[in-house]
């Protein structure tokens, strides 16, 4: 269901979270090859060609060793196989096979999920071929010559990689909507959880995965399913002590990466606090849509200037979400909870949405006319050449442009800005992808446009 997702294997210190980061286009905070309990699976969405899938990075492989958290990454790396359509092998091309090497091959020929193997650290293509005959040994096919630093043999890797994926058309669709519900602890997750759950209540199913011991449910608004994530209750790391809590709260982190729509639920008594504002830059940071959602309004003293006073507040403490929408409720009394619902669909729909490519360029055209770049000291001017939509969930539209560097932070907001006013992209983040291109390459794809036409 949903995009195919292909997990990255290997030993520790071989280079397989540099490749993540490749793969996905991204400089994520991927956390070292370290044993210890974060080294979680991470998802990072990614395209090649006309396919879009996830790559999930693993901890660090260490089979005969049960010290520390390396059971725990053993169990990551298969549950990550478990739901993958394809495996990237990673190997160190320049120590050679290793024993570990070997083990984990040997446990890989055993698993059902295709596997290519990538030998990374190879960042000549003469270099390449030779590191990479080595690894013939391994018995694992074609090794692939990569240099996950500099990108070179990526394009190979993922040329053959992509013949694995189930075809389009059968990646089943699903109208079910994900919505994680996630705050600090007593904002009233739970209750808000109960609150839109009321008797209506389906489905009660566990999820397998990282998240298998968490609980979903499932309800129905007439034809639409929606599956209701609770999560714990997220404070301040310096306050959470390694134990049961630490697990919860690393599993509300997962539900966020796995979800269409998350509700951020603030004490409408207590405000918005820092910690709110770090969750905030989480959603947005995992790409997820997201709605405000003020709780227990029905314990605020209020006058007629109460709720424009608060959502003043609102704008300011939580500016950086000025997408989203809010909505002021009381879990405890019913009130407005429903309409949550209906916002959650507005977000949803914006976060999957499409546009075509004339379309783009039609905003993109009308917002050059009213704001053109400008000039630097130099007496050169940025140029946006044309833009098209890489990818949904959130909206991802990549620019090209003849260099980057010319756009200050200011007129990227500014076409952001546009967009978002243009084309209605309520309730979800939105990613501009900057590139550079040189005037012979433009050259070239006009030249290409013009044939085609």
Known sequence: MGSPIVAIIGRPNVGKSTLVNRLAGQQSAIVHDEPGVTRDRTYLPAYWTDREFQVVDTGGLVFNDDTEFLPLIRQQAMAALAEASAAIFVVDGQTGPMPADQEIAEWLRQQP????????????????????????????????????????????????????????????????????????????????????????????????????????????????????????????????????????????????????????????????????????????????????????????????????????????????????????????????????LEVVNRAAESHKRRVSTSVINEVLEEALKWHSPQVSRGGRQGKIYYGTQVKSQPPTIALFVNEAKRFNDNYRRYIERQFRKQLGFIGTPIRLLWRSKNV?????????????V
């Open 440 to 452: 012979r390459e433009m050259e070239g794809v006009n030249a290409n446009r013009a044939t085609r």
């Open 113 to 340: 999920v295709p596997v290519l193997l990538a030998v990374n650290k190879c960042e000549s293509p003469e270099q390449g071929l030779m590191l990479a005959a080595d690894f013939w040994e391994l018995g694992l096919d074609e090794p692939f010559a990569v240099s996950a630093i500099h990108g070179s043999g990526t394009g190979e890797l993922l040329d053959a990689l992509i013949v694995h994926f189930p075809p389009p058309e059968e990646i089943s669709e699903t109208n079910e909507i994900k919505v994680a519900i996630v705050g600090r602890p007593n904002v009233g997750k739970s209750s808000l959880l109960n609150a839109l759950v009321g008797e209506q209540r389906a489905i009660v199913s566990p999820i397998s995965g990282t998240t298998r011991d968490a609980i979903d449910t499932i309800i129905e608004r007439g034809e639409q399913t929606y599956r209701l994530i609770d999560t714990a209750g997220i404070r301040k790391k310096k306050n959470v002590e390694y134990g049961p809590e630490f697990f919860s709260i690393n599993r509300a982190f997962k539900a966020i990466k796995r979800t269409d729509v998350v509700l951020l639920v603030i004490d409408a008594v207590d405000g918005v606090t820092e910690q709110d504002q770090k969750l905030a830059g989480r959603i947005i940071e995992e790409g997820r849509a997201c709605i405000i959602v003020v709780n227990k309004w029905d314990a605020v003293e209020k006058d007629s200037y109460t709720i424009y006073d608060y959502e003043k507040n609102l704008q300011e403490r939580l500016h950086f979400t000025e997408w989203a929408e809010t909505i002021f409720v009381s879990a405890m009394t019913g009130q407005r909870v429903e309409k949550i």
